[in-house]
């Protein structure tokens, strides 16, 4: 059971606009900056989104994050063929001292 | 640009030890915490430990609290885990990663989280 909640799976077909939800608690995402990663089949996890609404450089503008309250979520905009990924949410918790990750919600392009 | 390179992975026996190591490099690798990550074959991502930037504070997942030691050596850039009393739960792909909060002698600028990744080591504990 994760600390962060989302959903198991989401799906789209190409061009289209998806968002997937991560809910938590005043500990983790009320307090803290969330952050948003992309495992694609095989490969090591990938920053797509640092606090909570930060592009890194090389991560396409399809895809932003927000934040409100206790809940976040991972827009993706557009989406492509190679968007189909494992998608993470990830918060520091001041009551645990740990990185808590959401279950990972993997995403189909059909 | 920012490279973690795991390694020290392999085939351990329970009951076993094993101690992974993780180079860094394309950063000032003493002004960063940093964390190891796991993840069980089929399974999502498991945080296991941090430790900050000078090695003063330590924390752990309370499933290997007692049996993982996270320690650095920033003479060398280096992170180390050292997992004792190994069990088959801890059968993951073993990631290194670096904290984006920099600290200065004084304080660190952000409560941790995870940016950049490594490509991860392979344990797995069986018989």
């Known amino acids: 059971q994760s600390v962060l909640t989302q959903p198991p799976s989401a799906s789209g077909t190409p061009g289209q606009r998806v968002t997937i939800s ?3 608690s005043s500990s983790n995402i009320g307090s803290n900056y969330v ?23 090389g991560v396409p503008d399809r895809f932003s994050g927000s934040k409100s309250g206790t809940s976040a979520s991972l827009a993706i905009s557009g989406l492509r063929s190679e968007d189909e990924a494992d998608y993470y949410c990830a918060a520091w918790d001041d009551s645990l001292s740990a990185v808590v990750f959401g279950g990972g919600t993997k995403l189909t392009v059909l | 640009q920012v490279q973690l390179v795991e390694s020290g992975g392999g085939v351990v026996q329970p009951g076993g030890s094993l101690r992974l190591s993780c180079a860094a490099s394309g950063f000032t690798f003493s002004s960063y915490g940093m964390h190891w990550v796991r993840q069980a074959p089929g399974k999502g991502l498991e945080w296991v430990a941090f430790i900050r930037y000078d090695g003063s504070n330590k924390y752990y997942a309370d499933s290997v609290k007692g049996r993982f030691t996270i320690s650095r050596d920033n003479s060398k850039n280096t992170l180390y885990l050292q997992m004792n009393s190994l069990r088959a739960e801890d059968t993951a792909v073993y990631y290194c990663a670096k904290d984006p909060a920099y600290c200065s002698s004084t304080s660190c600028y952000g409560p941790p989280g995870i940016d950049y990744w490594g490509q991860g080591t392979l344990v797995t504990v069986s018989s």
């Open chain 1, 22 to 24: 991560c809910s938590g």
């Open chain 1, 35 to 57: 952050y948003w990663y992309q495992q694609l089949p095989g490969t090591a996890p990938k920053l797509l989104i640092y606090r909570n609404n930060q592009r890194p450089s």
